[in-house]
Nanobody, 125 residues
């Protein structure tokens, strides 16, 4: 069983930055692909970014590419999402996800085994 706890959400003005963190339980964090998804009010949860086990490969949704950066620290069992140049349309609950059975994960929501409880990000205009 893997437990994921997100933190770092909050209220920020458009153009600002936030860094989300996701701490994972377990002694084999380096064997998990990790990802970030988000869900805005009234919308389905959507892919944001994912990172391979080693951190050597990263993938982004078109809407965030160039503004968001996913990274991980396997020594700290933590994955991060640095969000810059935030826009009001980035407002959502952000979730981290883990897939112990995958090298680099997938952009499909149903491809992930474990989810955190989510952290709210609100971007004001």
């Amino acid at each position: 069983q893997v437990q994921l706890v997100e933190s770092g959400g909050g209220l920020v003005q458009a153009g600002g930055s936030l860094r989300l963190s996701c701490a994972a339980s377990g002694r084999t964090f380096s064997s998990y692909a990790m990802g970030w998804f988000r869900q805005a009010p009234g919308k389905e949860r959507e892919f944001v970014a994912r990172i391979s086990r080693s951190g050597g490969s990263t993938y982004y949704a078109v809407s965030v590419k160039g503004r968001f950066t996913i990274s991980r620290d396997n020594a700290k069992n933590t994955v991060y999402l640095q969000m810059n140049s935030l826009k009001p349309e980035d407002t959502a609950v952000y979730y981290c996800a883990a897939d112990p059975g995958s090298v680099s994960g997938t952009s499909r929501e149903n491809g992930w085994d474990y989810w955190g409880q989510g952290t709210q990000v609100t971007v004001s205009s």
